[in-house]
């Protein structure tokens, strides 16, 4: 049973600084992707970042610049949060897919709450 565990989530005043890490367990293989999305109240989910097994990033124009992603040498990633806007906050959700088999599937986190105060 793949599980994705969370941490990092927090309040922060706006032009703080977060660290969310993702951590995956239960799976021996590499994933394919892993990364973030988030969801703020009355909107839609939205990528924020992900890294795929190779090292290749994709990262929202809404955080490029002041957001990073990055992983360790296991199932772990990431999500460096710099100079944090009022409208960063959202709960953020970590994502993974994994290749089991001979299909890729979707995972997902339970969502951590960041709260940027003015």
């Known amino acids: 049973q793949v599980q994705l565990v969370e941490s990092g989530g927090g309040l922060v005043q706006a032009e703080g600084s977060l660290r969310l890490s993702c951590a995956a367990s239960?799976?021996?293989?590499?994933?394919?992707?892993m990364g973030w999305y988030r969801q703020a109240p009355g909107k839609q989910r939205e990528l924020v970042a992900r890294?795929?097994?190779?090292?290749?990033i994709n990262i929202s124009d809404s955080v490029k610049g002041r957001f990073t992603i990055s992983r360790n040498a296991k199932n772990t990633v990431y999500l460096q949060m710099n100079s944090l806007k009022i409208e960063d906050t959202a709960v953020y959700y970590c994502?993974?897919?994994?290749?089991?088999?001979?299909?890729?599937?979707?995972?997902w986190g339970q969502g951590t709450q960041v709260t940027v105060s003015s």
């Open positions: 239960g799976i021996m293989s590499s994933f394919n992707f």
């Open positions: 890294i795929s097994g190779v090292g290749s």
């Open positions: 994502y993974a897919n994994f290749r089991l088999g001979s299909t890729n599937r979707d995972y």
